[in-house]
């Protein structure tokens, strides 16, 4: 493996075996332009320069809005409390007879017709989620047969928090590279259903929503991906977490009586504190390994938590505030969710130019973080 890095300060990029640590290539930064998508396929170990990226989006947003004056009527809470702490003015909540298979199937389908595959096209499916249809099997399970398509490897990676959807996508590169040729990854998220309602701390960040896209090889990807970052740091499980339903704490009827099935649990200040960090350092670590510079990075399509953490992770990268993709105040916290849903409406709404650096970045319980680098 490779690792392409540039440093201004002397002018000059190189790159380095991972491995070894040792010097490869080096050669003066002005020409990182020309080189870099020779040597982007070393950076990430591949030998053939064939593009890997996304060949479609798509995103499903339930129609039931409901606004923070909504949450007042029914919680000890406000619109300019909401606002001011988290950014959220409306968030989407699935209708009842919804659930996480029809809003992963929607966005699903969407993704599979922008890419100009059918069902029959796929090769594998990755779902995101930690909100699934059922305890046992996966979503992924529901969602191959939902959608007509054939025998294929299909899993779900939960867990992972709000990460779950970026990390996937790192996967679902591997596997393109290595064996399959088109994976759908989803990224969805029925919190309204699985988490309390009555509890004012949590309950009015979250919103329902699923993001898909088509991943594949070729030239004719809308995106290329050009390097990943994830990470774990599992001394941090307390900050954010559902306990009750595993082997720790297994489900019961007292727990059930007092909804400790639904009882998220978090410490809103270190989830912001250690959100901030890790964003911030995922996103330029994937810089870093593209071998680009900050200044290159056109747009930022980060985890939809809090616009405070958005801002202040942006205010560490540098940017300007139009750099920042920002759609929270219409749907919260989407979870898994909401980087395909942002990236979708990024590249709908034309905030992608052709030719631009996009960076993803998230994190989520765990604590996981997961960012890209992609090349649009
Ligand atoms: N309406 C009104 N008051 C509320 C409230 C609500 N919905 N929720 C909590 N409060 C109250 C608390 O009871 C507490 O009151 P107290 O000071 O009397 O005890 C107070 O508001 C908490 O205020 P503070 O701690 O200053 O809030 P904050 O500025 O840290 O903002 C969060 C709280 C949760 C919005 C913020 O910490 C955050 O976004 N953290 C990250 C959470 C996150 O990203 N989670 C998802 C991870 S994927």
């Known amino acids: 493996m490779a690792r392409l890095t540039a440093d201004l300060s002397n002018g000059i990029t190189q790159l ?9 290539w080096c050669f003066p930064a002005r020409r990182e332009t020309r080189v870099a998508s020779t040597l982007r396929a070393a950076s990430d170990g591949i030998a053939s320069l064939t593009k890997i990226g996304i060949l479609g989006f798509g995103s499903y947003l339930p129609s039931r809005v409901m606004t923070n004056d909504d949450w007042a009527e029914l919680l000890d809470t406000d619109d300019e409390w909401i606002t001011s702490r988290s950014g959220i003015k409306e968030r989407r909540v699935a209708a009842d007879d919804e659930s996480t298979v029809d809003l ?50 299909a899993f779900d990676l939960g867990g992972s928090g709000c990460a779950g959807f970026v990390l996937a ?33 949590t309950a009015v960040l979250f919103g329902d929503a699923a993001g898909a896209v088509v991943i594949g090889a070729g030239d004719e990807v809308y995106a290329e991906f050009l ?22 704490r297994p489900f019961s009827i007292e ?3 007092r909804e400790a099935h639904k009882d998220l649990i978090m410490d809103g200040r270190e989830v912001f504190r250690q959100a901030v960090r890790r964003m911030t350092a995922a996103a330029e670590n994937v810089i870093d390994r593209a071998g680009r510079l900050k200044s290159e990075i056109g747009i930022v399509i980060p985890h939809q938590a809090n616009v405070r953490i958005i801002d202040a992770v ?35 709404e034309g905030r992608i130019k052709p030719g ?10 765990g604590l996981h973080w997961a960012a890209a680098a992609l090349q649009f």
């Open 255 to 257: 727990e059930a009586r």
């Open 104 to 153: 992963a199937g929607a966005a699903a389908e969407k993704a599979m017709a922008d890419a100009g595959v059918s069902a029959a096209d796929i090769d594998e499916i990755i779902v995101a989620t930690d909100t699934p249809e059922v305890y046992l099997p996966d979503t992924a399970s529901y969602l191959q047969h939902r959608l007509g398509a054939g025998e294929v490897t």
């Open 169 to 201: 996508l790192d996967i679902a590169k591997s596997r393109v590279q290595s064996i399959t040729k088109k994976i759908l990854v989803v990224g969805v998220e029925l919190t309204s259903r699985l988490v309390s309602r009555t509890n004012r701390a």
């Open 16 to 24: 380095t075996s991972r491995r070894t640590s040792r010097l490869v």
């Open 314 to 348: 942006r205010k560490k990268l540098g940017l300007d505030e139009d750099q920042m993709y920002v759609n929270l105040d219409r749907y919260g916290n989407t979870g898994s969710a909401s980087v395909p849903v942002a990236m979708a409406e990024a590249h709908q």
């Open 356 to 365: 631009e650096v996009v960076v993803l970045t998230a994190f989520g319980a």
């Open 227 to 248: 390097s990943f970052d994830s990470g774990t740091d599992g001394q941090h499980t307390d900050i954010l977490k559902l306990e009750t339903g595993g082997t720790r």
